[in-house]
């Protein structure tokens, strides 16, 4: 009964390469997020997409490139990855986009660049 | 730019040994203050949302307030399980993203 998840969990690629990262979230809600936790902790949101639609994208390199096939699932894929892409990547979803609505965290996934 | 700074950034407590985590935030037009509890190679968990100055919360061991500035989450006699860092976040006018600090670590010593 995982409410979202994402897989992989791990992912360790060489720099150059693509790789996609799947969420989903079976809470019915309409909107879903990718954060990025670097060395630091720190969280930092990169997308926002409302009923399959893009509303936030945060100055991330186009080669990060989500794509959302219906509302209870977000991917991320990622094209020619850098040493500065290693991160913990994280899943979230709201209810709505809403400015109060809660956001509920996926697993993450851990990319390590080599 | 909205911003949240946390403190202290790592706290070591005795088991029992009650204290508080500070959340200070800038942002124009508070919508939401969140707090989520975040264990090592997890996501954030869910604790609170606040909406408005004087605001307060419980759940267990756990209370949060809410002044114009600032967040206290307020953590009694705590116990060795609620070692993990606790993050805050703020949400602002606009569409519903979140602008997080880079947490306070805790640990209770049993």
């Known amino acids: 009964d995982t409410a979202v998840s994402q897989t992989p969990k791990y992912l360790v690629t060489q720099m150059g390469n693509d790789k996609s990262i799947k969420c989903e979230q079976n809470l019915g809600h309409d909107t879903m997020y990718w954060y990025k936790q670097d060395s630091k902790k720190f969280l930092k949101i990169m997308f926002s997409?409302?009923?399959?639609?893009?509303?936030i994208n945060e100055t991330v390199p186009n080669r990060f490139s989500p794509k959302s096939p219906d509302k209870a699932h977000l991917n991320l894929h990622i094209n020619s990855l850098e040493l500065g892409d290693s991160a913990v990547y994280f899943c979230?979803?709201?209810?709505?986009?809403?400015?109060?609505?809660?956001?509920?965290f996926g697993p993450g996934t851990r990319l390590t660049v080599l | 730019e909205d911003q949240v700074t946390q403190s202290p950034e790592a706290l070591r407590l005795q088991e029992g040994e009650s204290s508080s985590l500070n959340c200070s935030y800038t942002v124009s037009g508070l919508r939401g203050l969140f707090w989520y509890r975040q264990d090592p190679g997890k996501g954030p968990e869910f604790l609170f949302t606040?909406?408005?100055a004087g605001e307060e919360k419980e759940k267990e061991r756990l209370k949060a307030t809410l002044t114009k500035k600032e967040s206290f989450l307020h953590i009694t006699a705590p116990k060795p399980e609620d070692s993990a860092t606790y993050l805050c976040?703020?949400?602002?006018?606009?569409?519903?993203?979140?602008?997080f600090g880079k947490g306070t670590m805790l640990l209770v010593s049993p």
């Open positions: 997409y409302n009923n399959k639609e893009l509303i």
């Open positions: 606040l909406y408005s």
């Open positions: 979230a979803s709201s209810q709505s986009s809403g400015t109060t609505d809660t956001q509920y």
């Open positions: 976040a703020v949400s602002g006018p606009g569409y519903s993203t979140l602008t």
